[in-house]
DNA sequence: TTGTTTGTACAGAATTTACTGTATGTACTG
DNA sequence: CAGTACATACAGTAAATTCTGTACAAACAA
């Protein structure tokens, strides 16, 4: 059986790519890997049987395969007659490199709005009273300059997201290199 | 002095905020703090002020500051009669995220994509040999499927940073929200 | 009901990552 | 030339993250 070790190799050096990749975007690399495991198998797995795949343990693939599904890059798969619960990747990957950035980049831009927006007017408060000394008017002015703009760089970034929710960022750059349709 | 309280008590919220967001881009919140303190002090800062400033080591401050100037985040100003380095922080945040991406992204997809290609070559040799047999070459065709749908991935993604590099994401979405230009 | 199977919370262990202090090299100064 | 000021390499330490094993809870079976 040399060939079902050809195979296996050729899968592994993909897999190792897949894992690689992810973690540059932050995803640790084991459940990297066991995301590039679920997406070759065919059948889907059960915890038990990705522990034995990648000897780890049971708790670990546990945890790691929640965090793929709270990314929405695994789900899990009801089956007839089994007791355990099986998951398989969601292979659409266009989607989840969308999905795991307007999730991750959203998340604190609201947050980050409010906070610029109180600062902005307790500064604008120091601008307007006539008991601030003239050079804290200036460096306040200052300050003021730089919120101002990174609200603009948030609202840019805002917009940005939009496209990639709204799967916008498909006209701009189509999935398919030669045909400019979806 | 109260105001002088007041205003660094809302820079600090801010410089907290950029702090955090960078964080979430997969930068070290140390790191992060030492850009924000960069981004609001209008003269540029020697490895010593910062040091002051932060209450780090020197040793720190110098390898922060140099991960700044490896993502373009950072520049080294020269000043006239004084032998330390100084830094400033570089204000366009929009080249800033585009080149961040540019660079974290592009960073393996060619060797990805290069690894693929040889998996994708190794697999259709199985399945061209009447060696192999049948049951292996179905898993071989599963395998050889998802290989060309990653190579597609990775080809848009490419191109998507194309747009990134060039700047022609700002045509798609502007900068300014309300004028189409630029 | 009791026994069994399966998934997960939690605490501690192991590993990785970030930080510090010292030691050294280099470039200026006089 | 020595002497000083500065930045950084490197090794060791501290802190944070990830992983494991146990213990327990929920769901099911008989």
Redesign the interface.
Known sequence: MD??L??E???M??I???T??MN?Y?ITPSVGRLYGLL??N?EPMSLDSMKDELGMSKTSMSTSVRQLQELKMVEKIWKKGTRKDLYHSV?D??QT?TDYFSI??R???S??IA??N??LE??SE?LE?P???IE?KE??N??KD??L??L??Y???N??ID?FETNE?FK??????DTPKN
């Open positions: 060939e079902d050809k195979l190799r050729a899968r050096r993909v190792d790519t897949i690689q990749n540059l932050g997406y070759f065919e292979d990957w266009y490199f991750k980049w998340k604190g831009i947050q980050n906070s610029i109180k600062s307790e500064v120091l009273s008991n601030t000394p804290i460096a306040a200052n300050d730089r919120f703009y990174a603009e760089y609202d840019w970034l917009r940005l496209t960022i701009f750059v189509p999935k398919q290199k």
